[in-house]
């Protein structure tokens, strides 16, 4: 069973910076892509940034130039490091993976979500 665990959310005063990580544990061939949403209060969910099998990043304009998405495919892990924090990048931020369970069967994962807050 393939699982998305989260980590490293917390309370973040305005300026400051937070790095969040999302693991991939289970039984499966390969990891493909892996993205980051969040989800604000009263909001819906939405895509902020993603790293491709090959390493290439994308981002939303309103996190560029200040939230960077790496991963470690060793631990088969991703990373979201925020800097310059703003009130509004108060949310849950989600990981979600796109996984090969067996040979060229290919699933959409969810991780639990971890709560980021910037506040003073």
């Known amino acids: 069973q393939v699982q998305l665990v989260e980590s490293g959310g917390g309370l973040v005063q305005p300026g400051g910076s937070l790095t969040v990580s999302c693991r991939v544990t289970?039984?499966?061939?390969?990891?493909?892509?892996m993205d980051w949403h969040r989800q604000a209060p009263g909001k819906q969910r939405e895509w902020i940034a993603g790293?491709?099998?090959?390493?290439?990043?994308n981002y939303q304009d309103s996190v560029k130039d200040r939230f960077t998405v790496s991963k470690d495919n060793g631990k088969n892990t991703v990373y979201l490091q925020m800097n310059n924090l703003k009130s509004e990048d108060t949310a849950v931020y989600y990981c979600?993976?796109?996984?090969?369970?067996?040979?060229?069967?290919?699933?959409?994962?969810w991780g639990q979500g971890t709560q980021v807050t910037v506040s003073s």
């Open positions: 979600n993976a796109v996984v090969e369970v067996v040979e060229r069967a290919i699933k959409s994962y």
């Open positions: 289970g039984m499966f061939i390969r990891i493909h892509d």
């Open positions: 790293i491709s099998t090959g390493g290439g990043a």
